[in-house]
């Protein structure tokens, strides 16, 4: 089995796939006999849509997001690895002409818990 690591630009995966010399098999996808790179673009849909186009669960045994992954923390080191446990959408919602309404301010839950009965909200 192999390992896929996804990283939002090619920037961010370019010393390992310079280092290991990797084949690029498209535009995305980035191959090597132990380890794949997946280049989505940045941005949870492009994630979800590159992830969904190009690659099938079961090739890989781990997936690891590397680069930034969408956090912004100036706290943590540089090549550290975090474990994610909460995501917060903070960009799904509806903009108005005076503000931007979250899914829980417009009366949308976010997912349901079913086990615990807890409605969680993109707040």
Avoid: C, W
């Avoid at 995305?28 to 280049?39: E, G, K, T």
Wanted: no cysteine; proline share 2%.
């Amino acid at each position: 089995m192999k390992l896929l690591l996804v990283t939002a630009t090619y920037l961010e995966a370019q010393r390992i796939i310079n280092s290991l010399s990797f084949k690029r098999k498209n535009q995305y996808l980035y191959i090597h006999p132990r380890i794949d790179i997946l280049v989505t673009g940045i941005g949870m849909v492009n994630t979800a849509f590159v992830m969904g186009k190009e690659i099938k669960p079961t090739d890989y045994e781990k997936m690891v997001n590397i680069g930034i992954a969408g956090s912004f923390d100036h706290n943590r080191k540089l090549g550290e690895l975090v474990e994610v446990k909460e995501e917060i959408f903070v960009d799904l919602g509806v903009e108005t002409e005076s503000s931007f309404l979250s899914l829980e301010h417009i009366g949308f839950a976010f997912y349901t818990d079913a086990k615990n009965k807890h409605i969680f909200y993109n707040s």
